[in-house]
């Protein structure tokens, strides 16, 4: 029990205003709030099932900047994603064959790969010896603090634009994929800011150039 109420605590604490969490606000302004639970809650059993099987092994298998640049990718992938809109031809075809639960659990479980939560899970299990424990704590640890983001997101998305959503949700995906790539390949914070920032400015031009476009048609 010991081992499940330090886990819990833990995970809850470390979080807070984590790119989990806010990545969790952001799917929750574009899919259903149900979906995207579900997503977390399937991610974060694989993901810290994983630490607590294979720890620290895995690191010496695949390096860790391996995994953070592909998850920077699929960051900025579901940036521009975000900016698409719902009416594009095929979109339809995408959502059906992987679905909103799919997506989430991939991009959670890619982004806790080498994440303090998942490096937390593997010490925590090295000190309690209690796999199934840990497990639990750590996995409802991850759906109440990310659970809050899911509500905020979906708060937001019965109450803002759905114009400003897109722009504010594709930025958040766009700048975390470029702070993973800040801490994957080891570029000074000055440039990635700046990249950051000309990718986030570029998106919003395209959306609103897609709108105008989108207008101009009626």
């Not at 953070?68 to 064959?97: C, H, P, Y």
């Not at 766009?174 to 080891?186: C, K, P, Q, R």
Request: aromatic share 10%.
């Amino acid at each position: 029990m010991n081992a499940f109420l330090t886990a819990l605590f833990m995970v809850v604490v470390a979080e807070m205003g984590d790119k989990t969490q806010l990545l969790s606000m952001a799917f929750a302004t574009r899919f259903n709030a149900l979906s995207v639970l579900i997503g977390v809650f399937i991610a974060t059993v694989l993901n810290h099932a994983l630490a607590v099987v294979v720890g620290t092994y895995l690191a010496q298998v695949i390096p860790i900047s391996v995994v953070q640049i592909a998850a920077a990718l699929s960051f900025m992938f579901f940036g521009l994603w975000t900016l698409r809109g719902d009416k594009l031809e095929g979109e339809d075809r995408v959502n059906t064959r992987y679905g909103p639960v799919f997506t989430v659990a991939v991009a959670f479980f890619m982004a806790e790969m080498g994440d303090k939560t998942q490096l937390a899970t593997v010490a925590l299990a090295a000190r309690y010896h209690s796999p199934v424990y840990v497990l639990i704590g750590t996995t409802l640890g991850m759906l109440i603090a990310d659970g809050l983001g899911i509500v905020i997101g979906d708060y937001l998305s019965k109450r803002v634009s759905e114009g400003l959503i897109k722009i504010v949700s594709a930025s958040i995906f766009i700048l975390f994929g470029f702070i993973t790539l800040y801490e994957a390949m080891g570029y000074s914070a000055v440039t990635i800011g700046v990249m950051a920032l000309l990718a986030i400015l570029m998106a919003v031009i395209i959306y609103v150039m897609k709108k105008e476009r989108g207008l101009e048609k009626h």
